[in-house]
């Protein structure tokens, strides 16, 4: 197999792939497991294998409920349900399919294309579309409907916030910057109804990994031609059209939207839900409505209902527990007052209490944190542990670090200010936690500020926040991905975060190039120490997430090695293998 086709193993390819990410500026996922399932399947994306079928409900002496209608909420109501032009719609993700798809091992796996080949080099790819999948109207899905998609995203006129993801495409960058002007000069093309071909910048061993994610969804081109943006509302258009699993049949905005099975849909006699129903309900209200029956799968059960979900005889059967494979950490802003003094910063390193945070306030959902990469994973530190002089908690005697500085004693305190981004009440805890901790130990005010997570967003990468309370999800399991794709500060494009450390900056660069795996780990783990010593970032704790499902509900995903696999980011084909029993 040529070396391009075991991209896993390929720190170009690796790198190549998390700038894809990058471009997107999407909250991280455990991408790492789709890098182990490429290595396990030792080359899928040129031989995709079929999906092993599930057992029958009758196989496992389950009745078949006759209404197959499955309730789970969304938090907020969603901009739009058009992917295609905004991966941050906050839609029904299912309402459309891609060429390919994750499985719950986040291997890749047929969609709308059957198969899938490289040339010799992986800079060309050929796609063969099936021909028993249609849109939701009857509309045949052809390999035109994928080149006049990812033509509209790559198009600057659209305005596509993650048109980067489809950078490989050979030209796309240059015409999304207006360097070009001719979008067909875009290498995508239909060659016939049933042939899609992706002429790619150069070898990419990895495009159909970038093929499987929401971002390569299609759109239907005579909707938005005839409807522009509203082409998904169903208050505004006869039928809004789609190619997925499922259609969407009803909206009420700020209430309730409602998709049904799409029977034009490939495989859709194995899907058994017939219909489903998202109201719109916050996390705050969340718990209340599942305890009322109202939604089937409660996908964030909020911390402060924890130890009661845990020790209740009933609820306590229903948990889904699910590792997120990431890190919550603080940045502290060297380009902000007080940050700017490094003796701050590291009375703040030594002021946080990471056990009592994920013991005593997340109540187990979440495990102290003293490095970037979580314990279990390539490039985990073992020497940094929680007695080391970088990061040990100190109390109020981390005021001693403050001597010399114009805070000395904890006085003179300018506005403080910690900003994050909405996404349930544990991360919230927490920061409340980290807030409490530096009043008690150095006397500094601190205010919260939540913010809707697409203004956090923009306002993370142009550095107008003081303090950052942040988490990351890895993308493949090795240190470049933590280290140098987060913390690196001389990227051309832009930059995550205001820290920049010349020292650092060497190290995680050349470690990259370093065939000795020791070797390797050594400089990265160099390159902890100097970050920690420097103190612009506290890592805190690697989260976990909880969900609830009722009892009447089966299907529910799970990994190979047993673990629940419900929808989050990569992953969100589990309505496919949900239905429902008699209750």
């Known amino acids: 197999m040529p070396d391009i086709f075991r991209w896993w193993e390929d720190e170009e390819q690796l790198k190549l792939l998390a700038r894809r990410f990058e471009a997107v500026r999407l ?21 995709p ?18 209404e197959q209608v499955f ?77 006049w998609s990812f033509k ?89 059209v789609s190619n997925g699993p499922f259609k969407l049949v009803r909206w009420d905005h700020d209430k309730v939207y409602e998709v049904v099975k799409n029977p034009n849909y490939w495989k859709a006699k194995e899907i058994k839900l017939e219909r489903i129903i998202v109201p719109v309900i916050g996390s705050a209200a969340s718990q209340l409505a599942y305890e009322n029956n109202e ?34 950490y603080l940045e502290l802003g060297v380009k902000y007052k007080p940050w700017d003094d490094k003796r701050v910063r590291q009375a703040v390193a030594h002021a946080i209490d990471r056990e009592r945070i994920a013991s005593a306030v997340l109540q187990g959902l979440g495990r102290p944190a003293y490095t970037f990469n979580p314990p279990g994973w390539w490039g985990f530190n073992p020497k940094i542990t929680k007695d080391h002089p970088l990061v040990k908690y100190e109390g109020k005697d981390a005021l001693k670090y403050l001597q010399g500085s114009p805070y000395e004693g904890g006085r003179n305190w300018p506005a403080i200010k910690i900003y994050m981004r909405e996404e349930g009440d544990a991360p919230k805890a ?81 470690a990259k190039g370093i065939v000795d795996r020791q070797k390797r780990a050594e400089m990265y783990w160099k390159a902890d120490e100097v970050m920690l010593e420097d103190a612009a970032f506290v890592f805190v704790y690697y989260p976990l997430g909880v969900g609830l499902l009722k009892p009447w509900v089966k299907g529910m995903p799970k990994t190979m090695d047993g673990d629940w696999r419900p929808n989050w980011n990569i992953f969100v084909r589990m309505y496919d293998s949900l239905y429902i029993v008699e209750h």
């Not at 294998?49 to 006759?66: I, V």
Request: net charge negative; charged share 25%.
């Open 430 to 510: 927490a920061a409340q936690a980290i807030i409490q901790m530096l009043k008690e130990n150095l006397n500094m005010n601190v205010e919260l500020e939540v913010m809707e997570p697409r203004a956090f967003r923009g306002q993370l990468w142009e550095h107008k926040l003081q303090t950052v309370w942040i988490r990351w999800y890895m993308d493949y399991p090795d240190p470049n991905n933590q280290q140098y794709q987060v913390f690196y500060s001389k990227f051309t494009t832009g930059q995550r975060h205001q820290w920049s450390n010349d020292e650092y900056d060497k190290l995680v660069s050349e």
């Open 71 to 147: 309730r789970t909420n969304t938090e907020q109501d969603p901009a739009s349900h058009d992917f295609n032009k905004d991966l941050y719609c906050g839609g029904f993700a299912n309402l459309f399919a891609g060429l390919t798809m994750f499985d719950p091992n986040f291997e890749v796996k047929p969609d709308i294309a059957e198969r899938w080949e490289p040339n010799a080099d992986g800079s060309v790819w050929t796609f063969y579309l099936r021909k028993d999948s249609r849109w939701s109207n009857g509309d045949p899905v052809t390999a035109h409907d994928f080149e």
């Open 295 to 328: 939604i089937d799968w409660h996908w964030r059960v909020p911390l402060g209902e924890w130890r009661r979900v845990q020790a209740d005889p009933k609820l306590s059967k229903e948990i889904i527990k699910f590792d997120l494979v990431g890190t919550f």
């Open 152 to 240: 509209r995203q790559l198009d600057p006129r659209t305005a596509a916030p993650y048109a980067g993801f489809l950078y490989d495409l050979k030209n796309a960058e240059a015409v999304n910057q207006k360097k070009v002007t001719d979008i067909n000069a875009i290498g995508v093309k239909a060659k016939d109804d049933y042939t899609l071909v992706c002429e790619l910048e150069g070898p990419r061993g990895y495009w159909p990994v970038l093929t499987s994610y929401i971002a390569a969804l299609p759109s239907h081109r005579k909707s938005v031609e005839k409807y522009g943006d509203a082409w998904t509302d169903p208050n505004k258009v006869p039928e809004v």
């Open 49 to 66: 294998t079929q999906q092993p079928q599930q057992p029958r409900p009758e196989e496992m002496g389950e009745k078949l409920a006759k």
């Open 27 to 47: 909250g991280r996922r455990d991408f790492l497991a789709i890098v182990a399932a490429a290595a396990a399947a030792g080359g899928y994306a040129c031989a």
